[in-house]
């Protein structure tokens, strides 16, 4: 059982990516299709707070803390720079460079979470010990190794072929297909900025999640706040009344999938992991998203797998397990030490309550005697004095002095 404890935060991490690696094939879905990615933005976050609100007052109406004002600016600024902003700034930069350099640019988010890990001091270094070395060199490699999967081809890799391609029948509409102009400057920066919000959100997270250990409550905040943001921002950005249009067709689908998946389900793990590791387990695990997303095509969009893709795969695999030894480590090491304060605070609580219960055994002593009448009681403390004047003996005086 403890081991299983243990192992969930990693299983949560992988079910994340695999839900949003199932989230990019959706995106290409949508934009083959012809669907605004920024309405698709907005409507994820819809139906992420409807199915998470009602589960939020089931199941936490009991044990959910009193929202503050802080609790609602903290979830204000996650759904910002994690939510609505950060998935508009990945849309645009898709538009604005290309899904390859996007790829390659948000390998970086887990060496800037270190960087502001060990700026808010929720991290150390630790270059001097094992742990912190290898949580190092894991995090380095793991961005490596997403360099070589993107930029390095080399020769095909024909592992299986399954001859399916769900984008063969989903072809654009006549009159979405606008061409493309890539921004060398303007597309990097977006990206780098986009990659630097998630990785504040991470930050903001870990910060929410110990003043509001509520995970329903704290994803239905996140994606009512997302929301409200992301469909101010579609409003005033697609006029297009179409865009907006739902039917039971494959536009609900995407729709549904990126909602109750990539945003609620996701979301709610990313909590519970940061809450658990901290920000920097969680954004190990984003080079593992290409992976996934290179199987995915391979899989379902009859894309061919390179050499660069497995060899890159494999670094990643082993800058993953750097990490998460250097984690498990560093929580064999905290664990104790954790028993060990609890069992003081509780020893030191149960001192503190031993206290109370004799000064409450003093009180009620000393309120005993009001049932006696107040002559006798001054009758039995005057013998006393008189009894301890006749057993003390009085300090004799020289009379020649």
């Not at 204000?76 to 700034?89: H, I, K, R, T, Y």
């Amino acid at each position: 059982m403890r081991k299983y404890r243990e192992l969930m935060p990693t299983i949560m991490m992988i079910i994340v990516q695999i839900a949003l690696a199932g989230g990019n094939i959706f995106y290409k879905l949508a934009g083959n299709n012809g669907m605004s990615l920024r309405v698709l933005i907005a409507y994820r976050f819809i139906f992420a707070a409807v199915i998470f609100v009602p589960l939020a007052l089931i199941i936490e109406r009991n044990n959910r803390p009193k929202l503050t004002w802080k609790i609602a600016f903290q979830g204000f600024l996650v759904a910002l720079f994690g939510g609505s902003m950060g998935q508009n700034l990945y849309a645009e930069s898709l538009v604005q460079t290309s899904a390859t350099f996007v790829a390659a640019m948000c390998n970086l988010i887990p060496a800037i979470t270190f960087i502001l890990t060990i700026f808010f001091r929720m991290e150390r270094l630790g270059l001097d010990t094992k742990t912190g070395r290898a949580k190092v060199i894991g995090t380095i490699t793991c961005i490596g190794g997403a360099m070589v999967l993107t930029f390095y081809k080399g020769c095909d890799v024909n592992l299986w072929s399954t001859h399916f391609d769900i984008l063969h029948n989903h072809h654009q509409p006549r009159g979405q297909d606008h061409p493309k102009c890539v921004n060398h400057i303007f597309g990097p920066f977006l990206t780098l900025v986009c990659c630097f919000c998630i990785s504040l959100s991470f930050i903001i997270q870990g910060k929410m999640s110990k003043t509001y250990p509520c995970l329903y409550s704290s994803t239905a905040l996140i994606s009512i706040m997302g929301s409200v943001q992301a469909l101010v921002f579609a409003l005033c950005t697609e006029r297009n009344c179409f865009q907006w249009k739902l039917g039971w067709d494959l536009k609900l689908l995407i729709v549904a999938y990126m909602g109750i998946m990539a945003s609620g389900i996701a979301s709610a793990f990313i909590l519970s992991c940061v809450r658990a590791r901290g920000p920097l387990f969680v954004s190990i695990f984003n080079p593992l998203l290409l992976v996934l997303v290179a199987l995915a095509g391979s899989l379902f969009l009859n894309e061919k797998l390179h050499l660069g893709s497995v060899l890159g795969a494999i670094i990643i695999v082993c800058g993953l397990y750097s990490v998460l030894w250097g984690e498990s480590k560093q929580e064999k090491k905290i664990t104790p030490l954790k028993r060990s304060l609890i069992e003081s605070t509780q020893s030191s609580k149960n001192a503190e309550k031993r206290v109370d219960d004799f000064n409450n055994t003093n009180n009620i002593m000393a309120v005993a005697p009001d049932f006696v009448p107040e002559s006798e009681i001054l009758q039995v403390f005057d013998g006393e004095e008189e009894d301890l004047e006749a057993v003390v003996p009085k300090p004799q005086t020289n009379s020649g002095s």
